[in-house]
């Protein structure tokens, strides 16, 4: 079973910053936080990955809580294209596998 | 740098035929992993295979469906005497021995039958 909760919808404003939060109480210490994306019918997207520190790349930028319970997504400027479900996994990569959850699904609007 | 082939992208069948669905994994990587997804619902894991070996099957239904990746060539999902409610996108992803960035997805095959 997913060990995360998540809204199941947003909407954001083209151009707008997204943050799509996400709880994973019982993360244990050796898990990371992995976001995906599905959009439409295609494939999931990896998006970004983080253990505890705050994360950045081209795509998004990840924040952590300090007891690592709860992170967020940040989608720094929306667009039309972010249209998708959003999905936060906690996983460690040594031993598990991707469980996906029910996502946030984030609609993006002009 | 190609990435997880899949195909073909769209297969129909009749019900009681058989599905066979392809999979290559990025150049590199050696686990491959089989994801189901109905119309209107999530991804679910089915299994997880290495080189010639079984890793974790636990998501697969227990008749009828096997899967296989051989030292050479892509993986394979089968799917024997497909009914309607095996209708669905099926996802393979593949990743490396040890790097820490999850999965590369391909673009699915979509099963109808008919």
């Known amino acids: 079973d997913a060990k995360t909760t998540q809204p199941t919808s947003m909407d954001c404003a083209e151009g707008r910053a997204a943050n799509l939060p996400c709880n994973h109480s019982?993360?244990?210490?050796?898990?990371?936080v992995y976001w995906y994306r599905q959009i439409h019918s295609q494939g999931p997207q990896y998006i970004i990955h983080?253990?505890?520190n705050n994360e950045t790349n081209e795509m998004a930028s990840l924040i952590i809580t300090e007891d690592r319970k709860s992170s967020t997504l940040i989608l720094p400027h929306a667009t039309l294209r972010d249209t998708a479900v959003y999905y936060c996994?906690?996983?460690?990569?040594?031993?598990?596998?991707?469980?996906f959850g029910t996502g946030t699904r984030l609609q993006v609007f002009p | 740098n190609a990435g997880v082939m899949q195909n073909p992208r769209h297969l129909v069948r009749r019900r009681g035929q058989e599905a066979r669905l392809r999979c290559s994994p990025m150049?590199?990587?050696?686990?491959v992993y089989w994801y189901r997804q109905l119309p209107e619902e999530g991804l679910k894991f089915m299994v997880y295979?290495?080189?010639?070996?079984?890793?974790?099957e636990s998501g697969m239904p227990k008749e009828r469906f096997s899967a296989e990746f051989p030292k050479e060539g892509p993986s394979i999902l089968r799917i024997q005497q497909v009914v309607r409610g095996d209708s669905a996108a099926y996802f393979c992803?593949?990743?490396?021995?040890?790097?820490?960035?999850?999965?590369?997805f391909g673009s699915g095959t979509r099963l109808t039958v008919v």
């Open positions: 992803a593949s990743s490396p021995i040890s790097q820490n960035y999850g999965y590369t």
């Open positions: 019982t993360i244990s210490g050796n898990e990371y």
């Open positions: 983080g253990l505890k």
């Open positions: 996994i906690v996983f460690y990569y040594n031993t598990d596998k991707l469980i």
């Open positions: 150049k590199g990587h050696s686990h």
């Open positions: 295979l290495q080189k010639e070996n079984i890793i974790d």
